[in-house]
């Protein structure tokens, strides 16, 4: 049994000061592996003030200082890909070739963008070109509460640390607590990359402890946080009585539209993969596949195919496969979804309730899609967080857009088409922060997050390190 107990505090080691201890769960045998502290208050305390006290000279360092850290940080992250690989791989059950690649990937591409950015972003610049004594400053925003999820524990932990150390800020980081390893190996890869001590510290803890103290501390200027709609709410809450600065990363019910002009095989397939892809657990999930009638039939065909061909086993292996659900709660709330599925009246098309095959202990699921759905049913309007699919058809093109939009969230919108004229009508006609078309990748850089309901803010390159900066007008600066 791993000890990781202690948190990461003005660039050392230290013992929790009124934590509990809490076992990590293997989601692929059921089994702890480890430790850790849930932090309470007086833990949080002093992580906020080791932050704050690093404010001042940290957000006076240039940007080529802060590049230069940024620099070492990445060297150190590549060099540790694969320790840092098996770490999430254990945590919360991705496959190891897909850990490597796509998890530990992410933050490489993150840390890569936020050093780009560095060098093009003026923090002191004209308000207009030619302008004397009128400029915009771009400066540090303070000390920042980083909150963080189990999903894409790298990503998610790059993204805000990457954006925060960019703009000048000092932060704790508070990883899940369903999640810790890769966060503490972070820890340790930010000491060995001699990131100043206090600019950034990590404490475990759960979300009514050391996730809500952080909220409302009044010495925290800005809180990012990336999770559920429900734990957005109330941080956005806890941070009012302070006017915190908050960025919120939150759920999403993201529609897939399919036009019957495409390779609807090639379509279907590809975007039935994407959503089983991380055991379904990523917030962008294309997870309502709006399909236009004529090509309805054979998309259903399709995409019950491809998750019959979604292979489901051990993390350890190596392969394509899907590997567990990261929690019982998470495969519980799976279970129960996939039950409303066949209740409210849904074709089962493939997959459904219990574990694959030969796959008795650890929390996996079967891939799982629905056809015949209908908009008021519970698993075209909730976020399942699982590997299921749910298929819709429509008959015209306004129809599908109306469809699309039919949600809270606001996060990814995906479209199939042969007829580019088509996509580019479509897309400015959906309420989603991000779209894909044909399966075309967003590059690390591209501002991540979603109108509505799935969030407030950007994360990413440029965009990400705006979230952290503060603008000051400053009248009156003469050349000499
Ligand atoms: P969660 O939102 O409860 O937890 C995410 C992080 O927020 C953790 O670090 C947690 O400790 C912290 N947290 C929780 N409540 C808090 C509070 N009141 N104040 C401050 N911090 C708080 O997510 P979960 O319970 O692990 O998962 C529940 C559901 O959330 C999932 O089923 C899924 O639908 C959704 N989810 C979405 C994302 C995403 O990327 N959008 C990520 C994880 C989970």
Redesign the pocket.
């Known amino acids: 049994m791993l000890n990781k107990t202690q948190f990461y505090i003005n660039g050392t080691w230290v013992n929790s000061l009124d934590g509990r201890v809490l076992p990590v769960i293997n989601p692929a045998n059921e089994e702890a592996f480890a430790t850790i502290s849930l932090g309470g208050s007086a833990d949080t305390m002093v992580a906020v003030a080791a932050a704050k006290a690093a404010f001042p000279s940290w957000s006076k360092t240039s940007p080529d200082e802060r590049r230069s850290h940024l620099v070492n940080l990445l060297e150190v992250y590549k060099a540790r890909n694969e320790e840092m690989a098996t770490a999430i791989s254990t945590e919360m059950g991705a496959p190891m070739d897909m850990a490597i690649r796509d998890q530990v990937g992410a933050g490489i591409g993150h840390l890569k963008a936020f050093i780009t950015a560095l060098e093009e972003i003026r923090f002191l610049r004209p308000l207009r070109t030619g302008l004397e004594g009128q400029d915009v400053a771009c400066e540090a925003a303070g000390v920042a509460a980083l909150?963080?999820?189990?999903?894409?524990p790298m990503n998610?932990v790059v993204l805000k640390v990457g954006a925060a150390l960019a703009a000048g800020c000092t932060m704790v980081l508070?990883?899940?607590?369903?999640a810790p390893m890769s966060g503490i190996l972070f820890a340790e890869m930010v000491h060995e990359a001699g990131i100043p001590a206090g600019v950034f510290n990590m404490l475990n803890?759960?979300?009514?402890g050391?996730?809500?103290i952080?909220?409302a501390h009044p010495d925290v200027d800005v809180v990012s946080?990336?999770?559920?709609?429900?734990?957005?709410i109330?941080?956005g809450q806890?941070a009012a009585a302070t006017i915190k600065r908050v960025s919120l990363?939150?759920?999403?019910k993201s529609p897939n539209l399919v036009f019957a002009d495409c390779d609807i095989e090639e379509a279907v397939r590809r975007s039935a993969k994407a959503c089983f892809n991380n055991t379904g657990?990523?917030?962008n999930a294309g997870t309502r596949l709006l399909v236009e009638k004529s090509a309805y039939a054979q998309a259903v065909e399709v995409a019950g195919k491809a998750a019959e061909d979604t292979k489901v086993d051990l993390p350890s292996k190596s392969g394509t496969h899907i590997g567990p659900l990261?929690?019982q709660?998470?495969f519980d709330?799976v279970q129960s979804l996939i039950k409303a599925g066949i209740d409210e009246g849904a074709t089962l098309v493939a997959g459904g309730l219990g574990r694959p095959e030969g796959l008795n202990r650890g929390w996996f699921v079967k891939p799982t899609v629905f056809a015949d759905t209908t908009p008021d049913m519970t698993i075209i309007r909730e976020?399942?967080?699982g590997p299921v699919l749910s298929i819709m058809s429509f008959d015209s093109e306004d129809q599908a857009i109306a469809l699309a939009n039919d949600t809270p969230y606001g996060?990814a919108a995906y479209i199939q088409t042969g007829n580019m004229d088509r996509a580019r009508r479509v897309t400015p006609q959906l309420r989603a922060g991000m779209v894909q078309i044909n399966g075309a990748l967003r590059t690390s850089g591209s501002p991540f997050g979603g109108y509505k309901q799935?969030g407030l803010g950007r994360e990413g390159g440029m965009w990400g390190i705006e979230e952290f900066l503060e603008i000051k007008s400053i009248s009156g600066f003469t050349s000499n």
Do not use: H, Y
């Open positions: 909150i963080t999820p189990w999903n894409w998610q508070k990883p899940s607590e369903i803890g759960d979300g009514a050391a996730g809500s952080l909220s946080f990336t999770g559920s709609t429900r734990a957005g109330l941080i806890a990363e939150l759920g999403g657990q990523s917030c990261v929690s709660a998470q709330k976020e399942i967080f996060l799935s």
